[in-house]
């Protein structure tokens, strides 16, 4: 089966640095997505790896590690837009479509 | 440009009336097809998912039924509603695995 665990709430101040961590175990791997979700609004992509180590976009940047089954996605210089519901979902391996298992967000408050 | 139509975006049904929400995406072809549900402070729910014209996969047992009866079309279906029917649907389309999933804008179905 599939488990993805991630904090339910954070808060920040506008301008800093957040750091929104992601667990996962399942069976096979094949890539882990970052979506941002804002109230009321379907998810939209945020980032993508598959491959150990940081990919980096902008203001955000997400890190894999497979061997520890562990992502996080980094928001910096955040923005009060940036308050919204962060996804992590996981591509398992098998089983044919491109199915992704989501875990339940990261609601992330931003403050001034 | 790819684009992905969904409709209606709320809907208020009675319990025990039919249901018909569907997906058209353009600029693509053979897409693969998702709908996704997510109840209220829950992650999201793979419901079924397509890989061409006629195949479905369900992913969960329920009152719900999907069809594809073109190659850009997703429909998803029910007979009868339940109370816990309720919740935002959204429907996602990929080409390729490892390819991000991509959403429509999601119908917010209330059952009353």
């Known amino acids: 089966g599939q488990n993805i665990d991630q904090p339910t709430e954070m808060t920040a101040t506008e301008g800093a640095i957040v750091q929104i961590n992601c667990t996962y175990q399942?069976?096979?791997?094949?890539?882990l997505f970052w979506y941002q979700q804002h109230a009321g609004e379907a998810p939209t992509f945020l980032s993508y790896n598959v491959l150990d180590g940081l990919e980096e976009k902008g203001r955000f940047s997400s890190f894999l590690s497979r061997s520890k089954g562990y992502s996080y996605l980094l928001l910096k210089e955040l923005q009060m837009k940036d308050s919204a519901s962060y996804l992590c979902?996981?591509?398992?391996?098998?089983?044919?479509?491109?199915?992704?298992?989501f875990g339940t967000g990261t609601q992330l408050k931003v403050e001034l | 440009s790819q684009t992905i139509h969904q409709w209606p975006a709320t809907l208020v049904q009675p319990v025990g009336s039919p249901l018909s929400l569907e997906c058209t995406v353009e600029g693509t072809s053979n897409p693969n097809l998702y709908w996704y549900r997510q109840a209220a402070g829950r992650g999201l729910q793979l419901l079924f998912y397509?890989?061409?014209?006629?195949?479905i996969s369900s992913e969960v047992p329920q009152n719900l039924s999907a069809s594809r009866p073109q190659d850009r079309q997703f429909i998803l279906s029910s007979k009868k509603l339940l109370l816990s029917d309720s919740g935002f649907y959204l429907c996602?389309?990929?080409?390729?695995?490892?390819?991000?999933?991509?959403f429509g804008n999601g119908t917010r179905l209330t059952v009353t």
């Open positions: 996602a389309w990929t080409i390729t695995v490892g390819s991000p999933l991509h």
């Open positions: 397509s890989v061409g014209i006629g195949q």
């Open positions: 399942t069976s096979g791997f094949n890539g």
């Open positions: 979902a996981v591509n398992p391996r098998g089983g044919g479509g491109n199915k992704l298992t």
